[in-house]
């Protein structure tokens, strides 16, 4: 199975550090309005000091060969139970998204390679990245980057690293 980078899957470090930051935020009396259509009558109702308004993620469907495969998946089955069967997985993205995902599909049993195009968890917080790197041995998985993702085929995903042309099943 091939999972894209733009999936988020959980992990309790992330559920910790979200409780830690909703705690955080408490404390300094912030108001953290969740599902709000942020419109001009909202914005001068409530006259925020700052406000932040954080869209979400955007799942991008890939333009690599071979991402319409049945065996390539995307974001939308993030919930609990409704991880696609396979043993084998390889994640497309070393970020942190990347990352987690990978880190859950280990943890579950999975045999997993990562594939990125760059520094591995370059938008991780650097007192959070030694984690990661510790999670990645610890769970055997296997970071093939920088590559560049040439295709998939049903055989894997075909990547370009700078030890050569290689296919990772």
């Known amino acids: 199975r091939v999972a894209s980078l733009e999936i988020e899957a959980g992990g309790q470090a992330y559920k910790d550090l979200i409780a830690s930051y909703e705690k955080q935020l408490e404390a300094a009396g912030v108001e953290v309005m969740l599902g709000s259509e942020v419109t001009p009558k909202l ?5 925020p000091d700052v406000a932040v308004v954080a869209t979400g993620a955007r799942i991008e469907r890939s333009e690599i060969e071979g991402a319409s495969l049945p065996t390539v998946v995307y974001g939308e ?3 609990p139970g409704q991880i696609p069967p396979g043993r084998r997985v390889v994640v497309l993205g070393a970020q942190r998204a990347g990352l987690v995902l ?3 599909l280990a943890a579950s049993g999975r045999q997993v390679a990562i594939v990125g195009d760059g ?6 917080i650097p007192t959070f990245k030694w984690r990661h790197t510790a999670w990645l041995k610890e769970l055997g998985i296997e970071v093939i980057a920088p590559a560049r993702v040439e295709k998939i085929t049903e055989e894997g995903v075909h990547v370009r690293a700078e030890a050569g042309p290689r296919l990772v099943p």
């Open 43 to 47: 914005a001068r109702k409530v006259a």
């Open 77 to 79: 089955w993030t919930a």
């Open 102 to 104: 990978a880190e859950h």
């Open 119 to 124: 520094p591995v968890g370059a938008d991780v």
